[in-house]
């Protein structure tokens, strides 16, 4: 019983864990992805804008960091 607990929370945890939304600007269509991180001792949300081509390839647009646990958030990156 314990493993399958622990097993449901590992499964809703990677599932709750990123948000998706689809947006249209003029006749574009971009998605923007919402989504936790835990890398080198830093946690916190990210941001990322990609731009949905015709062939339903996600060209990968804007990333902007929107939490983080050490107090930075100005880090961004953008093509």
Known sequence: M???LFFLMLISTLFSSAKLEHIAIGNQDFSIVTESYDIYDSKGEVMKLYKEER???LTFVLSLIL????GTCSDKSMQ
């Open 67 to 70: 939490k983080d646990s050490t």
């Open 55 to 57: 062939n339903n390839d």
């Open 2 to 4: 314990k493993i399958f």
